[in-house]
């Protein structure tokens, strides 16, 4: 059973275009809310992260947008470029249960 | 700092062969933990540890074992393979998670293929 619900699957986006990725939980206690990038051949690695008591993080062409009531959060790929092609994955943690539940994964790409 | 690293990068198995997973990481985290990645599914945490001497279960522990004998190494033990453990292995190591941060650090993954 997946905790975190993750969509789309896939998606292409031109460059300059935005790249919107959505996910939903349902465990109330999830504390933090990451999201990893993933290139071919390559281990996870975060790309940034929000907690729960503020609705919106942005780190250069990224911003998390988090939705507490809802139970939603996504990223927001501004400016996207053929670099940022990769799989991403949103992520929540209970800080004290020190297990990260995963989304299935959306792998973005970038036309030139 | 060389991070998390595992190896073999690439493995073929035979059905019922055994083989242990190696994943060293000198960042002097406290917390290791050990995923399989399936197209589609995302990460499945196998096993997890918060210390030497301390592992326990995670989402989908079943064919696999773990130890923790030292703050570095984190090895993943696969006993009578079978095709359903067919996969990338990930390995990662955090902080520890009371205090944070708490970014997971991950291996560049194992692919094995049990046939």
């Known amino acids: 059973q997946q905790q975190v619900k993750q969509s789309p699957q896939s998606l292409i986006v031109q460059k300059g275009g935005i790249s919107i990725i959505n996910c939903a939980y349902e465990?109330?206690?999830?504390?933090?809310f990451p999201w990893y990038q993933q290139f071919p051949g390559k281990g996870p690695a975060l790309l940034i992260a929000?907690?729960?008591?503020?609705s919106e993080k942005k780190e250069g062409r990224f911003t998390i947008s988090f939705n507490k009531s809802a139970k939603q959060f996504s990223l927001h790929i501004m400016d996207s470029q053929p670099g940022d092609s990769a799989t991403y994955f949103c992520?929540?943690?209970?800080?004290?249960?020190?297990?990260?539940?995963f989304g299935a994964g959306t792998t973005v790409t970038v036309r030139a | 700092n060389a991070g998390v690293t595992q190896t073999p990068k690439f493995r073929i198995l035979k059905i019922g062969q055994s083989m242990t997973l190696q994943c060293t990481q000198d960042?002097?985290?406290?917390?290791m933990y050990w995923y399989r990645q399936d197209p589609g599914m995302g990460l499945k945490l196998i096993y997890y540890s918060v210390g030497a001497g301390i592992t326990d279960k995670g989402e989908v522990p079943n064919g696999y074992n773990v130890s923790r004998s030292t703050t570095e190494d984190f090895p993943l033990r696969l006993e009578l393979a079978a095709p359903s453990q067919t996969s990338v292995y990930f390995c990662?190591?955090?902080?520890?998670?009371?205090?944070?941060?708490?970014?997971?650090?991950f291996g560049p993954g194992t692919r094995l293929t049990v046939t």
């Open positions: 929000i907690r729960p008591d503020v």
């Open positions: 465990n109330t206690a999830f504390d933090y």
């Open positions: 992520a929540a943690l209970k800080v004290y249960d020190y297990k990260l539940s």
């Open positions: 960042m002097n985290h406290n917390y």
């Open positions: 990662a190591s955090s902080y520890n998670v009371n205090r944070g941060p708490y970014e997971q650090y």
